[in-house]
């Protein structure tokens, strides 16, 4: 398993490893790595550059905030649970 790997610039940042972009705008952009989901937020954010193989992405703007979001596990009820709910 590859780790996240972030490398921040004044006017822009690159990330490696990505498995999905969720989203993105001009002011949020949720990637997941490795199953964990990252939240980048900032002002004229812009999708400046993929890589060949779509693993990794340049973006450009005005960076405010690189946060590693929590991941909440979903219990499955058992089949009795469901058949009497």
Do not use: C, W
């Amino acid at each position: 398993m590859s780790l996240a790997n972030f490398t921040i610039f004044e006017d822009h940042i690159l990330v490696n490893n990505i498995t999905e972009i969720k989203e993105f705008s001009e002011t949020i952009f949720v990637l997941r790595i490795n199953d964990t989901p990252y939240e980048i937020t900032g002002t004229n954010l812009v999708l400046k550059e993929v890589s060949n193989d779509n693993k990794s992405i340049k973006i450009i703007g005005t960076l405010n905030s690189l946060e590693k979001k929590n991941v909440q596990v979903k219990k499955n009820k058992s089949f009795i649970k469901k058949l009497f709910a």
